[in-house]
């Protein structure tokens, strides 16, 4: 099976402290991973250094069979890494349609002439509506994105990252904060994402964790734990003894 992401040793360190600690990481092309961990397990350190917000201390990261250690945030969204953030990263007073053609744009390498172009590109204005439409926001699409309900911003943050078109798609608590009446709504989107997308889900929310992922790599102190199905995971006596009682016990 294809390899779309590989770490190789990573490694972060922040002065004395090790944040990411050697993990080597695989995933294959279609994958729907999951990576879990106790509070302070380093998930989000690890997906900074993924997307190119960090760069290791030491190890590779490889996109596609490239490596892409030292490339950009930029330059890995290009090559086809996108990532949602744990915390909303939109601008209030524009529309999603608006959002996402800008989104579009900067795929296209015309972002600085978005105002001046916005209605010239009819293919893209009709991709920029179906990707809002495939995401349940058709009924807000010229609504403020500051007026829109939590739920409904998180999915416009996974509509942004999939405008770009990417291989592989990271995303970060992608139910955080949202209403438990609301997370359904966003789970569906994301089983409903073509398998040509390989995705990483990064998730508190163990119930939404099990219901998504085929496979789960669980962190701990910075360091690879254990890893397998999620039927595997959910049955493993470590990662009961890991959780200490938590939710993720009563999956198994």
Do not use: C
């Amino acid at each position: 099976m294809t390899t779309v992401l590989e770490t190789r040793v990573l490694r972060k360190a922040f002065g004395g402290i090790t944040a990411t600690n050697d993990v080597s990481f695989t995933l294959p092309a279609g994958a729907r991973h999951a990576l879990i961990g106790p509070n302070g397990a380093g998930k989000t350190t690890f997906v900074n250094l993924l997307s190119g917000v960090l760069l290791p201390t030491s190890g590779s990261i490889f996109l596609n069979g490239e490596d892409v250690t030292e490339w950009s945030v930029r330059k890995r969204s290009r090559a086809g890494l996108a990532r949602t953030f744990q915390i909303n990263q939109l601008f209030a007073d524009l529309t999603p349609l608006q959002t996402i053609m800008i989104a579009i744009n900067e795929r296209e390498n015309a972002a600085r002439s978005w105002f001046r172009s916005f209605g010239a590109r009819k293919d893209l204005v009709g991709e920029a509506v179906e990707l809002i439409e495939s995401l349940n926001l058709a009924d807000v699409i010229h609504n403020r994105v500051g007026s829109l309900a939590y739920g409904k911003q998180r999915l416009l943050e996974i509509a942004i990252a999939l405008a770009a078109k990417p291989s592989v798609l990271l995303l970060d608590e992608p139910a955080a904060g949202v209403p438990e009446s609301e997370r359904d709504q966003i789970l569906n989107v994301v089983a409903a994402l073509p398998a040509s997308v390989s995705l990483v889900l990064i998730e508190h929310d163990m119930d939404l964790v099990f219901r998504f992922a085929k496979t789960i790599s669980v962190l701990v102190n910075g360091a690879l734990f254990v890893e397998g199905s999620a039927e595997e995971i959910a049955r493993d006596p470590r990662v009961r003894q890991v959780y200490l009682g938590e939710e993720v016990i009563n999956h198994g």
